[in-house]
């Protein structure tokens, strides 16, 4: 069964760092997610991709951060000088499109010290 | 904008019975759809169940059901015959084509 893939599944980083958090959508969906969850709180969403596009973001999405699709299978979310705050697990996810299902990857769980 | 309800922060519930997981929501698009996931300790989130805002009938699957009711916005997940593997964080979410939004999230912890 296809699945959404992550690495790396653990990261550490001292703050100001920059990091990059890579995903492998399923490879027939088209529209590509990042949510975070900081630790014991909601999942929160950050940002959509379509087309190469951004659709969608949210507020915390703001200019520390960045997506790209480098090739025809990975995803990247980029997070330019990490802060304390940025501590989180972050997801990718995919879906077909519509209100289909998204499709969640295992997550990467960052910490910046 | 968006907003899911979840009011049971926590719930205890014995091996092989039933459980009601309360969600409600509140959004003014016409068209969305609404879903349930669970996360494990192990963190990973796992898609349990989708109901379409226009489907009439409520969505199953397996021992998960989804207790649509559309003029009440709520989006109940029932779990019957809990297994001891069912013990996890649940959280309702709504999508609008774009984006999913998330509830609080409700904690199932089944007892032997």
């Known amino acids: 069964e296809p699945e959404v893939t992550q690495t790396p599944s653990h990261q550490v980083t001292q703050m100001g760092q920059e990091v990059i958090l890579r995903c492998v959508p399923i490879?027939?969906?088209?529209?590509f997610y990042w949510y975070r969850q900081i630790l014991g709180q909601k999942v929160e969403f950050l940002v959509s991709f379509y087309n190469n596009e951004i659709s969608e973001k949210s507020e915390i999405f703001d200019d520390q951060f960045s997506v790209e699709r480098p090739d025809g299978s990975n995803f990247t979310l980029k997070i330019r000088s990490t802060k304390l705050e940025d501590s989180a697990m972050y997801f990718c996810?995919?879906?077909?499109?519509?209100?289909?299902?998204?499709?969640f990857g295992p997550g990467t769980r960052l910490l910046v010290l | 904008a968006q907003k899911i309800t979840q009011t049971q922060p926590g719930m205890f519930v014995q091996e092989k019975e039933a459980v009601t997981l309360d969600c409600t929501y509140d959004t003014s698009d016409q068209s969305y759809g609404l879903f349930w996931y669970k996360q494990p300790s192990s963190g990973e989130m796992i898609f349990l169940i989708y109901?379409?805002?226009?489907?009439?009938q409520n969505a199953t699957e397996g021992r998960y059901s989804l207790n649509f009711q559309k003029a009440r916005k709520s989006a109940n997940l029932v779990i019957s015959a809990s297994q001891l593997g069912d013990s996890a964080m649940y959280f309702c979410a709504m999508g609008d084509g774009y984006k999913l939004s998330f509830g609080a999230g409700t904690t199932v912890t089944v007892r032997a």
């Open positions: 109901q379409g805002s226009y489907d009439e």
């Open positions: 996810a995919s879906d077909s499109g519509g209100l289909e299902t998204q499709y």
């Open positions: 490879s027939n969906h088209l529209y």
